[in-house]
Protein backbone atom coordinates (compact mmCIF):
# COMPACT_ATOMS: atom_id res chain seq x y z
CA UNK A 1 0.00 0.00 0.00
CA UNK A 2 2.90 2.41 0.59
CA UNK A 3 4.34 2.04 -2.91
CA UNK A 4 0.89 3.05 -4.45
CA UNK A 5 0.13 5.84 -1.65
CA UNK A 6 3.76 7.23 -3.22
CA UNK A 7 3.06 6.93 -7.06
CA UNK A 8 -0.69 8.47 -6.11
CA UNK A 9 0.50 11.44 -4.16
CA UNK A 10 3.57 12.24 -7.13
CA UNK A 11 0.70 11.58 -9.60
CA UNK A 12 -1.60 14.04 -7.69
CA UNK A 13 0.63 17.18 -7.47
CA UNK A 14 -1.37 18.91 -10.50
CA UNK A 15 -4.39 19.10 -7.67
CA UNK A 16 -2.47 21.89 -6.13
CA UNK A 17 -0.92 23.37 -9.59
CA UNK A 18 -3.61 23.00 -11.52
CA UNK A 19 -7.14 23.11 -9.54
CA UNK A 20 -9.37 25.20 -11.88
CA UNK A 21 -9.56 21.55 -13.67
CA UNK A 22 -11.88 20.30 -11.30
CA UNK A 23 -13.73 23.34 -11.90
CA UNK A 24 -14.28 22.75 -15.21
CA UNK A 25 -15.29 18.93 -15.13
CA UNK A 26 -17.79 20.21 -12.34
CA UNK A 27 -19.47 22.74 -14.53
CA UNK A 28 -19.82 20.46 -17.56
CA UNK A 29 -21.71 18.00 -15.24
CA UNK A 30 -23.77 21.01 -14.16
CA UNK A 31 -24.22 22.11 -18.20
CA UNK A 32 -25.07 18.18 -18.97
CA UNK A 33 -27.42 17.91 -16.20
CA UNK A 34 -29.59 21.81 -17.10
CA UNK A 35 -29.46 20.49 -20.89
CA UNK A 36 -30.91 17.16 -20.62
CA UNK A 37 -33.07 18.62 -17.38
CA UNK A 38 -34.45 21.25 -20.43
CA UNK A 39 -34.85 18.93 -23.06
CA UNK A 40 -36.07 15.57 -21.77
CA UNK A 41 -37.19 16.32 -18.00
CA UNK A 42 -36.77 14.03 -15.15
CA UNK A 43 -36.31 11.41 -17.42
CA UNK A 44 -33.89 13.22 -19.19
CA UNK A 45 -31.58 13.92 -16.06
CA UNK A 46 -31.99 10.16 -15.11
CA UNK A 47 -29.92 9.50 -18.41
CA UNK A 48 -27.12 11.89 -17.50
CA UNK A 49 -26.67 10.05 -14.19
CA UNK A 50 -26.05 6.96 -16.81
CA UNK A 51 -23.97 8.99 -18.96
CA UNK A 52 -21.93 10.36 -16.42
CA UNK A 53 -20.71 7.16 -14.88
CA UNK A 54 -20.09 5.75 -18.59
CA UNK A 55 -18.11 8.48 -19.96
CA UNK A 56 -16.53 9.34 -16.42
CA UNK A 57 -15.02 5.51 -16.57
CA UNK A 58 -14.09 5.86 -20.33
CA UNK A 59 -12.55 8.67 -19.99
CA UNK A 60 -10.70 8.08 -16.67
CA UNK A 61 -8.75 4.74 -18.42
CA UNK A 62 -8.31 5.29 -21.99
CA UNK A 63 -7.37 9.83 -21.49
CA UNK A 64 -6.50 10.57 -17.79
CA UNK A 65 -4.58 7.03 -16.58
CA UNK A 66 -3.43 6.27 -20.09
CA UNK A 67 -2.11 9.48 -21.36
CA UNK A 68 -0.64 10.41 -17.78
CA UNK A 69 1.32 6.92 -18.59
CA UNK A 70 1.95 7.54 -21.71
CA UNK A 71 3.45 11.22 -20.86
CA UNK A 72 5.61 9.43 -18.11
CA UNK A 73 6.97 7.09 -20.76
CA UNK A 74 7.53 9.93 -22.90
CA UNK A 75 9.50 12.12 -20.31
CA UNK A 76 11.54 9.00 -19.38
CA UNK A 77 9.42 9.53 -15.91
CA UNK A 78 8.53 5.51 -15.82
CA UNK A 79 11.89 4.44 -16.18
CA UNK A 80 12.32 6.26 -12.71
CA UNK A 81 9.34 3.64 -11.21
CA UNK A 82 11.24 0.63 -13.11
CA UNK A 83 14.15 1.05 -11.67
CA UNK A 84 12.36 0.72 -8.48
CA UNK A 85 10.68 -2.08 -5.96
CA UNK A 86 6.90 -0.68 -7.66
CA UNK A 87 5.16 -3.30 -10.15
CA UNK A 88 2.74 -2.16 -12.72
CA UNK A 89 -0.32 -2.80 -10.50
CA UNK A 90 1.02 -0.71 -8.23
CA UNK A 91 1.86 2.22 -10.61
CA UNK A 92 -1.61 2.11 -12.28
CA UNK A 93 -3.75 2.05 -9.55
CA UNK A 94 -1.89 4.62 -7.85
CA UNK A 95 -2.78 6.81 -10.82
CA UNK A 96 -6.34 6.11 -10.39
CA UNK A 97 -6.48 6.95 -7.43
CA UNK A 98 -5.50 10.27 -8.39
CA UNK A 99 -7.69 10.56 -10.93
CA UNK A 100 -10.30 9.87 -8.31
CA UNK A 101 -10.56 13.66 -7.14
CA UNK A 102 -12.55 14.11 -9.76
CA UNK A 103 -14.85 11.45 -9.26
CA UNK A 104 -15.22 12.66 -5.49
CA UNK A 105 -16.01 16.47 -6.99
CA UNK A 106 -18.69 15.52 -9.56
CA UNK A 107 -20.09 12.97 -6.78
CA UNK A 108 -20.81 16.04 -4.85
CA UNK A 109 -23.00 17.54 -7.47
CA UNK A 110 -24.72 13.58 -8.59
CA UNK A 111 -25.49 12.24 -5.34
CA UNK A 112 -27.73 15.05 -4.01
CA UNK A 113 -29.75 14.65 -7.18
CA UNK A 114 -29.93 10.99 -6.82
CA UNK A 115 -31.16 11.03 -3.44
CA UNK A 116 -33.57 13.97 -4.71
CA UNK A 117 -34.94 11.94 -7.14
CA UNK A 118 -34.94 8.41 -5.01
CA UNK A 119 -32.75 6.80 -8.04
CA UNK A 120 -30.73 4.99 -6.13
CA UNK A 121 -31.37 2.13 -8.85
CA UNK A 122 -29.08 3.94 -11.66
CA UNK A 123 -26.73 4.52 -9.63
CA UNK A 124 -26.32 0.68 -8.33
CA UNK A 125 -27.00 -0.21 -11.90
CA UNK A 126 -24.01 2.25 -13.52
CA UNK A 127 -21.70 1.37 -10.72
CA UNK A 128 -21.55 -2.59 -11.62
CA UNK A 129 -21.20 -1.31 -15.71
CA UNK A 130 -18.13 0.88 -14.49
CA UNK A 131 -15.70 -1.82 -13.66
CA UNK A 132 -15.46 -3.74 -16.67
CA UNK A 133 -15.50 -0.23 -18.56
CA UNK A 134 -13.13 1.29 -16.76
CA UNK A 135 -10.98 -1.92 -17.00
CA UNK A 136 -11.31 -1.93 -20.85
CA UNK A 137 -10.95 1.77 -21.22
CA UNK A 138 -7.75 1.51 -19.75
CA UNK A 139 -6.13 -1.58 -21.10
CA UNK A 140 -7.08 -0.11 -25.15
CA UNK A 141 -5.88 3.28 -23.77
CA UNK A 142 -2.73 1.82 -22.70
CA UNK A 143 -1.92 -0.63 -25.87
CA UNK A 144 -2.55 3.13 -27.80
CA UNK A 145 -0.32 5.02 -26.04
CA UNK A 146 2.27 2.40 -25.54
CA UNK A 147 2.78 2.77 -29.21
CA UNK A 148 2.72 6.57 -29.30
CA UNK A 149 6.32 8.02 -30.44
CA UNK A 150 5.83 11.28 -30.48
CA UNK A 151 4.89 12.73 -26.97
CA UNK A 152 2.72 15.83 -28.79
CA UNK A 153 0.50 13.06 -30.76
CA UNK A 154 -0.39 11.32 -27.20
CA UNK A 155 -3.25 14.03 -26.41
CA UNK A 156 -4.25 14.58 -30.05
CA UNK A 157 -5.09 11.07 -30.05
CA UNK A 158 -6.51 10.45 -26.50
CA UNK A 159 -8.94 13.07 -26.17
CA UNK A 160 -11.00 12.78 -29.76
CA UNK A 161 -10.96 8.34 -28.51
CA UNK A 162 -12.39 9.76 -25.36
CA UNK A 163 -14.86 12.67 -26.89
CA UNK A 164 -15.94 10.53 -29.81
CA UNK A 165 -17.13 7.35 -28.22
CA UNK A 166 -18.71 9.44 -25.01
CA UNK A 167 -20.44 12.08 -27.77
CA UNK A 168 -21.76 10.35 -30.50
CA UNK A 169 -22.69 6.64 -29.43
CA UNK A 170 -26.03 6.49 -27.11
CA UNK A 171 -24.37 7.35 -24.31
CA UNK A 172 -25.88 10.65 -23.10
CA UNK A 173 -29.09 9.22 -24.89
CA UNK A 174 -31.21 5.44 -24.89
CA UNK A 175 -30.08 3.34 -27.79
CA UNK A 176 -33.34 1.86 -28.55
CA UNK A 177 -34.34 5.50 -30.26
CA UNK A 178 -31.81 3.73 -33.09
CA UNK A 179 -33.34 1.08 -35.44
CA UNK A 180 -33.31 -2.11 -34.33
CA UNK A 181 -30.80 -3.54 -37.01
CA UNK A 182 -28.53 -0.95 -36.88
CA UNK A 183 -28.29 -1.13 -32.81
CA UNK A 184 -26.27 -4.04 -32.88
CA UNK A 185 -23.72 -2.33 -34.33
CA UNK A 186 -23.87 0.53 -32.63
CA UNK A 187 -23.48 -1.34 -29.41
CA UNK A 188 -20.15 -3.16 -30.19
CA UNK A 189 -19.19 0.47 -29.08
CA UNK A 190 -17.68 0.01 -25.74
CA UNK A 191 -19.23 2.86 -23.75
CA UNK A 192 -22.79 2.77 -26.07
CA UNK A 193 -22.99 -1.03 -24.82
CA UNK A 194 -21.46 -0.19 -21.23
CA UNK A 195 -24.48 2.63 -21.14
CA UNK A 196 -27.31 0.59 -22.79
CA UNK A 197 -26.14 -2.25 -20.15
CA UNK A 198 -26.27 0.56 -16.79
CA UNK A 199 -29.74 1.21 -18.71
CA UNK A 200 -31.27 -2.09 -18.50
CA UNK A 201 -30.19 -3.11 -14.82
CA UNK A 202 -31.30 0.25 -14.13
CA UNK A 203 -34.74 -0.03 -15.38
CA UNK A 204 -34.43 2.91 -17.65
CA UNK A 205 -34.35 0.97 -20.88
CA UNK A 206 -37.51 -0.97 -22.88
CA UNK A 207 -35.21 -2.87 -24.42
CA UNK A 208 -34.82 -6.76 -23.03
CA UNK A 209 -31.71 -8.33 -24.57
CA UNK A 210 -29.31 -7.41 -21.65
CA UNK A 211 -26.81 -10.53 -22.30
CA UNK A 212 -25.52 -8.69 -25.68
CA UNK A 213 -24.00 -5.28 -24.08
CA UNK A 214 -23.24 -7.56 -21.23
CA UNK A 215 -21.11 -9.83 -23.73
CA UNK A 216 -19.54 -7.18 -25.54
CA UNK A 217 -18.22 -5.13 -22.68
CA UNK A 218 -16.15 -8.44 -21.96
CA UNK A 219 -14.92 -8.94 -25.22
CA UNK A 220 -13.92 -5.34 -24.74
CA UNK A 221 -11.87 -6.32 -21.51
CA UNK A 222 -10.18 -9.33 -23.35
CA UNK A 223 -9.11 -7.49 -26.32
CA UNK A 224 -7.83 -5.18 -23.90
CA UNK A 225 -5.92 -7.40 -21.92
CA UNK A 226 -4.50 -9.41 -24.93
CA UNK A 227 -3.53 -5.98 -26.91
CA UNK A 228 -2.30 -4.46 -23.78
CA UNK A 229 0.20 -7.36 -22.72
CA UNK A 230 1.82 -7.51 -26.68
CA UNK A 231 2.48 -3.70 -26.05
CA UNK A 232 3.16 -3.01 -22.43
CA UNK A 233 6.61 -3.90 -21.60
CA UNK A 234 7.87 -2.83 -17.55
CA UNK A 235 12.18 -3.05 -17.19
CA UNK A 236 13.99 -5.06 -19.50
CA UNK A 237 10.73 -7.68 -20.89
Known sequence: MGKIRGIAYLASRWIRR?????????????????????????????????????????????????????WDRQGKVMDMFIASPVKPAHYVIGYFISGSVFVAV??????????????????????????????????????????????TNISAITNPLQMLLIILPPVFYPAQVIPLNIRYFVLLIPTAAGAELARQLSGLSTWNNIWYPAMVLVAWVIIGVIT??????????
Open 228 to 237: SAKTVKWGME
Open 18 to 70: QPIWLVQDAFMIVGFAILMYIWGGIEGLKNVFVAWFISGSWGMGVNFVSQSIG
Open 106 to 151: DMLIILPLIAYLNAWNILMGSLITVAPLLIAGTLVGLTIVMRIKKP
